[in-house]
């Protein structure tokens, strides 16, 4: 796959919100998740989500092909030590192509040079294909956690820098 991963501005909000909801849309459906009983799920976002967030310091990426916007990624950095990856999104016709695994690991890349010694993640605690799929990337799980304001529970999982 011949692709390009670029650092996002504020130019790009139309496409990243875009690419957030249509990518998260399936899981959305999977999951009964509705702006009602889950309204900051992912499938959800807008245009002043991803605003608030550059505006916090939050760092997006998207991966372009020859087609164009494949997916997106988020890095944030939480603290000295710790970055969290949000907002994985890849179109549904663009999986199972290597688009993920690229943004994750450009994450992972980016992580390194803000000397944090772990990313981690959470997701739908029984979204178990994600699950397995961060796994083969090298995450490990942590806790799982329920949240008033969420409809289902959070696997919250993490990648040691300091070990790869």
């Not at 967030?53 to 372009?64: P, S």
């Not at 294909?129 to 799982?144: A, P």
């Amino acid at each position: 796959m011949d692709y390009k991963i670029r650092t996002c501005t504020q130019e790009d909000i139309g496409i990243l919100t875009e690419t957030i909801r249509n990518s998260f849309h399936v899981v959305a459906e999977r999951f009964e998740l509705t702006e009602r009983n889950a309204p900051s799920h992912p499938s959800n976002c807008t245009h002043n989500w991803i605003r608030y967030d550059m505006e916090r310091k939050i760092t997006y990426f998207v991966l372009e092909n020859e087609d164009g916007i494949a997916g997106c990624v988020a890095c944030e950095q939480a603290s000295a030590k710790v970055c969290y990856l949000e907002r994985l999104a890849v179109l549904p016709e663009k999986r199972n192509q290597g688009v993920g695994k690229a943004l994750v690991e450009h994450v992972l890349s980016k992580a390194r040079k803000l000397g944090a010694d772990y990313v981690s993640i959470g997701i739908i605690a029984k979204h178990t294909e994600l699950k397995h799929w961060y796994k083969k990337l090298g995450f490990v799980e942590d806790e799982t956690k329920i949240f008033l304001n969420l409809p289902f529970p959070v696997t919250f999982m993490s990648y040691d820098l300091q070990e790869k």
